[in-house]
């Protein structure tokens, strides 16, 4: 079973704004990773943060986690049209020896030039 | 460097026939990885591969299904007898756990079962 959440499940904005995207999920994990998906194809990796970390940078992301809600939301800020893509958090779980990741069903953006 | 790369980036087949698909993982990178993707979905679990270790196939949703790794190298994703539901694209990920957590994805093989 999927145990990541996102929220929303799309999300449209005009580009400049900021994009929120949270993420709830069930079990305590090890480290949480963002992936971006264009076109239903190869996922691509944007950014881990690790179950002792709160906040976490890489360019115009920002990473947040907060392991009392199980929670971790996404922001992009300055979104561009090249932004637009499905976006899914996946947690690598306590017990999970393989390191498998458990995905979400993930948020599409969609960014209006 | 070459990334996981995956083929066919597309096969149609009919209910019933068999299918195989071919993942290139990264080379050095001692973990490999399957996973589904059903249309508007999140990625399913299939199984994983670490170096000479028995593989994790706790993932795979029926006897119908099986996969191969030769070592640190190619592996080969089955599917038997195939049904309509196992339409979907079907991911391989490699990832050096050594180093990062962080899985490197190929570009998914889409089936479509008739």
């Known amino acids: 079973s999927q145990q990541g959440e996102e929220d929303p499940q799309a999300l449209s904005i005009q580009e400049g704004e900021n994009a929120t995207m949270n993420c709830s999920y069930k079990t305590s994990i090890n480290n949480l990773q963002w992936y971006r998906q264009n076109s239903g194809r190869g996922l691509v990796h944007l950014i881990l943060i690790r179950s002792n970390e709160r906040e976490k940078h890489s360019g115009r992301l920002r990473v947040t986690l907060d392991t009392s809600k199980k929670s971790s939301s996404l922001l992009i800020t300055a979104s561009r049209a090249a932004d637009t893509a499905s976006y899914f958090c996946a947690g690598t779980y306590s017990g999970a020896g393989s390191y498998q990741l458990t995905f979400g069903k993930g948020t599409k953006l969609s960014v209006i030039p | 460097g070459a990334g996981v790369s995956q083929s066919p980036s597309n096969k149609v087949t009919e209910k019933g026939k068999d299918v195989e698909l071919r993942c290139d993982p990264i080379?050095?990178?001692?973990?490999l990885y399957w996973y589904r993707q059903r249309l508007g979905q999140g990625l399913e679990f299939l199984i994983y591969f670490q170096g000479n270790s028995a593989p994790d196939k706790s993932g795979l949703p029926s006897d119908r299904f099986s996969a191969e790794r030769t070592g640190e190298s190619v592996s080969t994703l089955t599917i038997q007898r195939t049904q309509q539901e196992d339409s979907a694209v079907y991911l391989c990920a490699s990832t050096n756990n050594r180093v990062s957590y962080e899985q490197y994805f190929g570009p998914g093989t889409r089936l479509t079962v008739t």
């Open positions: 080379s050095g990178h001692t973990a």
